[in-house]
T-cell receptor, first 112, second 114 residues
């Protein structure tokens, strides 16, 4: 099976802009979670989607949002970008009734 | 609140030696504890995991132990090789319920000297 894919892989945006990142899970996986990875804060949970419903949300401001489509693909959106949003954004997918999560390669977002 | 502490932050060993990384979690309802390996510029890779109803799990040169009473779990790598050099993250699922949310430790940079 193909692994988790994310697009784009790299992105440069200006402060104040908004961005949309995409994640395609492993075929058959309906759970998709998003994480932000920075050198200072490490890996932090953003949100989790299962069967098009947000099942869990981390402690991030409302500028961070996400959704999941009927084919389990997920997008996350960050509005009004700040310099501190520069990070590697990772998504991970899991099978139903399984805790095992498999990560995508990430999207490296740079905000200038 | 939910928290996972990981030690040490850096670990340097000679090739062939063993390496041990330790994590402590705060939520007593946590029931799943994975370990991820992340090489420079790569995605985190699941290398081993353990459920709360198991005390130890082994897969070739790596093993994980869990002490539920003390709320800590450890990764053991034996006969280390240079390709084991990477950042290792422990994690725990909070609540014990239907969620794939992971709380990660801060990572351990393992350097295996040839």
């Amino acid at each position: 099976k193909a692994g988790v894919t994310q697009t784009p892989r790299y992105l440069i945006k200006t402060r104040g802009q908004q961005v949309t990142l995409s994640c395609s899970p492993i075929s058959g996986h309906r759970s998709v979670s998003w994480y932000q990875q920075t050198p200072g804060q490490g890996l932090q949970f953003l949100f989790e989607y299962f069967s098009e419903t947000q099942r869990n949300k981390g402690n991030f401001p409302g500028r961070f949002s996400g959704r999941q489509f009927s084919n389990s693909r997920s997008e996350m959106n960050v509005s009004t970008l700040e310099l501190g949003d520069s990070a590697l954004y990772l998504c991970a997918s899991a099978q139903d009734n399984s805790y095992e999560q498999y990560f995508g390669p990430g999207t490296r977002l740079t905000v200038t | 609140g939910e928290n996972v502490e990981q030690h040490p932050s850096t670990l340097s060993v000679q090739e062939g030696d063993s390496a041990v990384i330790k994590c402590t979690y705060s939520d007593s309802a946590s029931n799943y504890f994975p370990w991820y390996k992340q090489e420079l510029g790569k995605r985190p890779q699941l290398i081993i995991d353990i459920r709360s109803n198991v005390g130890e799990k082994k897969d070739q040169r790596i093993a994980v132990t869990l002490n539920k009473t003390a709320k800590h779990f450890s990764l053991h790598i034996t006969e280390t090789q240079p390709e084991d050099s990477a950042v290792y993250f422990c994690a725990a699922t909070p609540y014990g319920g239907a969620t794939n949310k992971l709380i990660f430790g801060t990572g351990t940079l393992l350097a295996v000297q040839p």
